[in-house]
């Protein structure tokens, strides 16, 4: 299994700016699809954002136009730069990888928003 770590969130004031990482063992094998989900107290997790194997890219619309992800091609880690930030992105972000043989995900970082 892939093993995730993600880093990055903390506490930002509306309107800034964050960029979170997630530090991956190793890419998925074959095709694979990285991505980032976040779960607000009291929600559901949710995507966020994702980017498969061949840089193509997905974007939940509440997030679209503020949030880019990206990968680094040198080392399997991928990051999501937020802008604009809003108290709803207030959530746990966490990192998943899935592959053909691989659903992992990894332990969440905090991003606080204060309005």
């Known amino acids: 299994q892939v093993q995730l770590v993600e880093s990055g969130g903390t506490l930002v004031e509306t309107g800034g700016s964050l960029t979170l990482s997630c530090q991956a063992s190793?890419?998925?094998?074959?095709?694979?699809?990285m991505a980032w989900y976040r779960q607000a107290p009291g929600k559901e997790r949710e995507h966020v954002a994702d980017?498969?194997?061949?840089?193509?890219?997905k974007y939940n619309p509440s997030v679209e136009g503020r949030f880019t992800i990206y990968r680094d091609n040198a080392r399997p880690t991928i990051f999501l730069q937020m802008d604009t930030l809003e108290p709803e992105d207030t959530a746990v972000y966490y990192c998943?990888?899935?592959?053909?043989?691989?659903?992992?995900w990894g332990q969440g970082t905090q991003v606080i928003v204060s309005s």
């Open positions: 998943r990888a899935t592959g053909a043989t691989d659903d992992s």
């Open positions: 190793e890419y998925p094998s074959g095709f694979y699809v």
């Open positions: 980017i498969s194997k061949f840089g193509i890219t």
